[in-house]
């Protein structure tokens, strides 16, 4: 049988991968992400998939494709979903048949990393260790619900034509697979296997399997590279066609750019017969350098009397460790959320070069006033207690502190007092729809209020202008060296839109790479 390739998400669009590979009867698949776009079609922050009803409204509305016997059993046990899937099997992209030895995790934005959570729960996850213990935080510090189950799942039961949750019913922890498995320590592995809880059972814990390099007769190579999250992989897969690669997200300017180019020289010896390329920004030059950005942000904060905000990206620890940078420079402490200290803890685990919440180092935790507290929350408290900082004591010298903190978190500036001055700094990606543009304008809003400056555009073109944003993926010409590198036979371009599209068509049309462009839910076979 053919080695086949189709995109259930990814395809002509930016993010939601749901990338899957075949070769006779063996399967992968390549991330299993969110799509932001068809989330934001039907959705927004108060209208949710209902979770009474399982995997109802996500097929509904095709958020996910119509593969039935891929998702979790506990969220497909009423009534309604075998109507559902009834109604399905006419649908372009059915089938009934994938069953997946694995999903090779790339990275772990929610793009990429989203819905496994509704995955069944027998599939490994392969990735990296520093990908397996950020996802793992970012559920531990996130809401439990059903799309937020990456790593622990609480099966749901049907009771009243609903699916609940029985407190009683013990968490079940999918099995991971780590690539790498160095620097799994003791506290890594006690990290892993732990769920923040106050009450309820113990847990159904699975140690992670680390140094995977084979699944079921197929080599699997994975390659560490340059994105804005830290543990980006990319991979290569041996099938009967040849050796099949896939970037994940990549960039060639941040601080680990040689990890990039290093991949496309391992790529390029093997020969491959089809590399799966992102193009998320391949329209567009070269823009700012993460070095770029270090040096902006350590002048602005510099010259910004009063109190400095940075708002970055969730997980973007390059930027983190750019403004903790700035604000030692300029003698003042850098101070991050509960939830930002929850990752670095669990990311020093696996990089004990993570920095930790620590005073005499300079990185505090802002210290929340809640009615109550969760587990995690108290574990953070009591381990990093010396860091804490009261909002009353940023407010009596705010000149002295660089806070990182997003639109979402900006009610929490109120608790500081009246500010005479400071600075906004805006240090991330884009508005991606309606929603989030009305938030940018909201966040001007509030800083208009708060009386501090509002730095680094409204875009992420503006924001990269102004020297304070390096995106998270590879610019046009960079993207055309790597695949020139690789020398692929075919390319699949994914993970972009219409002006990269037209970008790979016109670079590589009188080239030997043949570009085949995947429709989404149709099957490319690679020969």
Known sequence: ???????????????????????????????????????????????RPRTVHGLSDYLLT????????????????????????????DRPGYRDDVRPHAVLLSHAHADHVGYISLLRPDIPIVTGSLTAVIAKAMQDGGQSTDDNQTVFLRPRVPRDGLLVTDPKTPFLQRPW????????????????????????????????????????????????????IPGA?????????????????????????????????????????????????????????????????????????????????????????TFLHAARRTNRQLVVLMKDALLLKAMHTVDPATPL????????????????TTAWQDEVTDEFASALIPPSNIGADPGAYVLCMSFFDVTRLLDLGEMTSGAWIYSSSEPYDEESHLDMQRLRNWTNLLGLDFLGGDSESEAEAAGFHASGHASGPDLQRFIEIVNPRTLIPIHLQAK?????????????????????????VIE
């Open 1 to 47: 049988m053919p080695v086949r390739f189709t995109a259930y998400g990814g395809a002509g669009e930016i993010g939601g991968n749901k990338l899957l590979l075949e070769d006779g009867d063996w399967q992968v698949l390549f991330d299993f992400g969110m799509s932001f776009g068809a989330l934001g079609t039907y959705f927004e922050e108060f209208l």
């Open 62 to 89: 095709g958020l996910l494709p119509p593969l039935e016997g891929l998702y979790r059993d506990d969220l497909n046990a009423l009534p309604e979903h075998a109507q559902i899937w009834d109604r399905l099997r």
């Open 177 to 228: 697979s780590l690539v790498d498995g160095v620097g799994w320590s003791p506290d890594a592995a006690a990290c892993w296997t732990r769920r923040y809880a106050k009450s309820g059972p113990e847990p159904a814990t699975t140690p992670v399997t680390p140094g995977v390099s084979e699944i079921d007769g197929h080599q699997v190579r994975a390659f560490p590279v340059d994105h804005s």
């Open 233 to 321: 992989h990319g991979f290569a897969v041996e099938t009967s066609a040849g050796w099949i690669g896939y970037t994940g997200d990549i960039r060639m300017h941040g601080r680990h750019a040689n990890q990039t180019w290093a991949f496309a020289e391992e790529l390029a010896n093997l020969d491959l017969v089809a590399l799966i390329c992102e193009g998320t920004q391949a329209a567009r030059s070269r823009g700012a350098s993460e070095s770029d950005v270090r040096a902006r942000v350590s002048d602005c904060v510099h010259q910004t009397d009063g109190l400095v905000v940075a708002d970055f990206g969730p997980r973007n620890i390059e930027r983190l460790e």
């Open 357 to 372: 919440p620590s005073a005499p180092d300079g990185l505090l935790i802002f210290d929340d006033r809640r009615a109550t």
């Open 500 to 524: 990269g599209l037209h970008f790979y068509r016109h670079t590589f049309r009188d080239t030997a790479i043949r570009v085949a462009e995947p429709g989404w839910g149709q099957a490319l």
